[in-house]
């Protein structure tokens, strides 16, 4: 099965999932958990400038198994092969019924340009599993507890990660499912550790506009033609952010296509490093080169409001 088909799995209608209640790792109802369990920092300034790597970096790929409350997270992080630097961390929200490898082509060249790339499978989202829709809102806080447990890697002896994280510049991102629980790590469940959000064909389905916190810039990417989440929904949660954000949009773009091939994947692969570059690294440079790698083949259409 090509890439592209197993992305096409992903597409689970999401309409069951309700405002109030999600299902925590079974069949019965409760409160969503949008918290970590430790409280996160208090929010650091945005980036100084700065400049990101211009190298393409090798990847090397490492699996780590994470629990929080019994809710089983392994996770699946891709990361520069370098022997020195501190890199920028992004935790990485996979689609109802994906797993992290199927963003593969997206996210190892997300850690070409300088970043490590923490992806945890979900207990009740990910392929193979039950398939419940309603526990996508206990995912924000199982993103917040992988992250803290990654960056704690950067102070222990020995470990790879080890002076390696740039732990004060940090971003979410995350496709459909995930991209619901991204928004929901800046409302319902807000990690105040976030410095920027990358929304991939996300909706605020069941996580509200209730952005709080400290001003952070936000990338929001959605195809016209998608019939899993539809572009309105994609559209009106962008329209909902109060802070610096843009909207990458895909007038042919379907729900999954542009992250698995092809000249579309060049133009969100483009768009999304010059935004992390600029966004957590603090490369003002980046920043002005965002419109023209979402022009890139005129397969895009670029609402720029950073």
């Excluded at 069951?16 to 650091?44: F, K, M, N, S, W």
């Excluded at 929001?220 to 949660?237: I, M, N, R, T, W």
């Excluded at 999954?256 to 010059?274: H, Q, R, Y």
Aim: hydrophobic fraction near 40%; glycine fraction near 10%.
């Amino acid at each position: 099965m090509s890439r592209r088909r197993r992305l096409v799995a992903l597409a689970v209608p999401l309409m069951l999932l309700p405002a109030a209640c999600a299902l925590d790792g079974g069949d019965r109802p409760t409160q969503a958990r949008p918290v970590a369990e430790e409280p996160p920092a208090e929010p650091d300034e945005p980036a100084p400038p700065g400049t990101a790597p211009t190298e393409r970096f090798t990847v090397s790929k490492r699996t780590m198994d994470f629990a929080r409350d019994g809710r089983a997270l392994p996770t699946t992080i891709w990361h520069p092969k370098a022997t020195e630097g501190e890199f920028p961390v992004v935790i990485f929200s996979h689609g109802l019924g994906g797993k992290p490898a199927d963003y593969t082509d997206l996210l190892v060249k997300w850690a070409a340009a300088g970043f490590v790339v923490v992806a945890p499978a979900y207990p009740n989202t990910t392929a193979g599993s039950q398939q419940n829709p309603l526990d996508v809102l206990n995912q924000p806080a199982d993103a917040a507890y992988v992250l803290t447990e990654v960056l704690k890697l950067n102070e222990k002896d020995g470990d790879r990660f080890a002076g390696r994280l740039r732990t004060d510049r940090v971003a979410a991102a995350g496709h459909s499912a995930g991209g619901i629980t991204t928004i929901g790590e800046f409302t319902r469940g807000r990690d105040k550790r976030l410095d920027a959000g990358i929304v991939l064909a996300g909706s605020t389905l069941g996580v509200g506009t209730g952005f709080s916190g400290k001003e952070t810039p936000m990338l929001f990417v959605h195809g016209e033609l998608d019939q899993v989440v539809p572009y309105s929904s994609g559209k009106s949660a962008f329209d909902a952010v109060p802070w610096p954000k843009a909207m990458l949009t895909l007038p042919q773009g379907d729900h999954v296509g542009a992250l698995s091939e092809g000249d579309s994947l060049t133009v969100v692969a483009g768009t999304t490093i010059e935004f992390l570059r600029w966004s957590l690294y603090g490369d003002t440079a980046a920043k002005t080169r965002i419109p023209s790698a979402a022009a890139k083949g005129d397969l895009a259409e670029l609402d720029d409001q950073l």
